[in-house]
């Protein structure tokens, strides 16, 4: 993405609602007319949050002292809304070439671009006031960006999803105009199996056992004041069990040539496209309480181009599902990654002194393709990462491990909830290690598919097993014909 200040001036008279056509030639479209009333009632209620306590002696001021603050009321209503006009008619978005073009900004204009080839995963996100009005929320990840990239707020709902697709479809590299791609769902979390999930955790279980406690010591104290101390505690463990159940409440998780599609929300409706070849790291999660009276597993994601605060809520490919369907959808999303075939190899017993309950759990090992580490005992985790999407390889030592002669091997990737470790490895053989997995990173990025997967690959994009000698193209370069527009989806398999 760029911006470049001032380089979309001028030009903007005539009818609000016509295409613009800006500079080269490229028509540019509007956005909803109803967005400045989605976008400004934040801001007039944060005002009048504000202005109508500070002036609350007006209240009683009698007919006069109510005019007043009805006057102040409807000039913030006025001022908000003509700032909010402004700013709708002045913001407009087209496609110019290989790249999304937002055209902003009032005093100040702004034209920025979203290269499709980075695209990274592309989100319909309606909350609620816009679900009532159809309209939705258009919001873009491109790699190596830290939040999202030029969001279009707001569009009617048919139009997000025309966009949608025709983005997916450029990004891809086949024909702009190809119908939406069919999809096939793949996975359907029952809403009492969520609700089951959230409730099977270890913040639940201390808030069960903590509040008979605290009713005994009110009893012995006789004092209901007593319990007010539970209420923060009580606060901070539904708050985000609620948050979860109501960001997962209605999943699907469905595949199509265009990508993963993932839908999910209550009262937030989101329906976010992954496309292949995107995901960077995978983490199967199994909490203690999961293992010990059921079979289910979550599966987490690092996906580039979402940023550290988006994360927590696009960071889950599957929030709770029985172990077989999680471990096949493993090797769907990672062509070839099966868990019972990768050996892990476990750590020296003297790790036993830095690691005491989790020194059997530890382990780390690798295949031709994936590089795989699993440590936690309460929440067991295990991290699965394509050689390719390796960053870069550490290995660090803190005092006692030096003095133990251990050490930790970190593969780094793109922000995000899955961090691959192998804990409190042997040094030489953290070090051996280290050296292995950067050349296995440096061969599978050789063999990388391009970056539009659909414009040379007319398949799933598949690191060869056996890696060849980088033959001098680096990623992205395809064979003769790459970039050239194909026809439009197949349909999935």
Same mark, same amino acid.
């Given at each position: ?5 001032? !380089? ?18 490229? %028509? ?17 209620? !944060? ?25 102040? /009321? ?41 290269? =499709? &080839?980075?695209?990274?995963? %592309? ?18 990840? %491109? ?118 599609? =993932? ?8 329906? #976010? ?23 289910? /597993?979550?599966? &987490? %994601? ?6 550290? $605060? #988006? ?14 369907? /999680? ?18 190899? $476990? /750590? ?52 006692? #491990? ?27 053989? !953290? ?63």
């Amino acid at each position: 993405m760029t911006d470049a200040a001032g !380089a979309a001036g001028g030009g903007d008279g005539g009818d609000p609602g016509a295409p613009y056509r800006g500079p080269g030639a490229v %028509v540019l479209g509007r956005l909803h007319p109803l967005t400045p009333v989605l976008r400004g009632w934040r801001f007039v209620v !944060a005002a009048l949050a504000v202005l109508v306590p500070q002036n609350a002696d007006l209240l009683g001021g009698g007919q006069r002292g109510l005019l007043r603050l009805g006057t102040g /009321v409807a000039v913030l209503l006025l001022v908000g809304g003509v700032a909010g006009v402004l700013a709708w008619r002045f913001t407009r978005y087209g496609i110019d070439g290989g790249d999304l073009r937002v055209d902003s900004g009032v005093l100040f204009r702004r034209s920025r671009r979203v290269r =499709l &080839d980075r695209l990274q995963a %592309v989100d319909v996100v309606q909350p609620l006031l816009a679900r009532l009005l159809g309209m939705a929320e258009l919001r873009l990840e %491109v790699a190596g960006g830290s939040s999202t990239e030029a969001p279009l707020a707001y569009l009617s709902l048919d139009d997000a999803h025309r966009l949608r697709n025709e983005l997916l479809a450029r990004a891809a590299g086949i024909e702009e105009d190809a119908p939406e791609a069919p999809e096939r769902l793949l996975h359907e979390v029952p809403g009492g199996r969520l609700l089951a999930s959230s409730l099977l955790t270890t913040p639940v279980v201390v808030g069960v056992v903590l509040v008979p406690v605290a009713l005994g010591v009110a009893a012995v104290v006789e004092g209901v004041g007593s319990l007010l101390f539970l209420a923060p505690a009580l606060l901070s463990i539904a708050q985000p069990l609620l948050q979860q159940f109501l960001a997962n409440f209605g999943f699907t998780l469905a595949e199509s040539p265009d990508g993963l599609r =993932l839908r999910r929300g209550l009262l937030e409706k989101r329906a #976010q496209t992954v496309p292949p070849g995107r995901i960077q790291a995978v983490r199967v999660v199994e909490p203690w309480l999961w293992r010990r009276f059921t079979d289910w /597993v979550r599966l &987490d %994601v690092d996906i580039a181009g979402y940023g550290a $605060g #988006q994360q927590a809520s696009s960071a889950q490919l599957l929030p709770v599902a029985p172990r077989h369907e /999680v471990l096949a959808l493993l090797e769907r999303v990672l062509p070839g990654a099966s868990l019972p075939a990768v050996r892990l190899e $476990g /750590v020296p017993r003297r790790a036993a002194w830095l690691a005491p309950l989790t020194r059997r759990v530890l382990g780390a090992g690798y295949d031709d393709r994936y590089f795989v580490a699993r440590r936690g005992l309460l929440e067991r985790e295990t991290d699965v990462m394509p050689h390719e999407r390796a960053q870069s390889v550490r290995v660090t030592q803190g005092p006692l #491990q030096r003095r133990l002669g251990l050490a930790s091997l970190t593969l780094d990737t793109t922000p995000g909830p899955v961090t691959v470790r192998a804990e409190h490895r042997d040094a030489r053989e !953290a070090v051996a290690l280290a050296l292995h997995e950067a050349e296995l990173a440096r061969r599978a990025r050789a063999a990388a598919p391009p970056e539009r997967w659909m414009a040379a690959h007319p398949a799933a994009p598949v690191v060869p097993p056996a890696l060849p000698d980088p033959p001098g193209d680096g990623p992205g370069a395809g064979p003769s014909g790459a970039g050239q527009p194909r026809a439009p989806y197949p349909p999935p398999a």
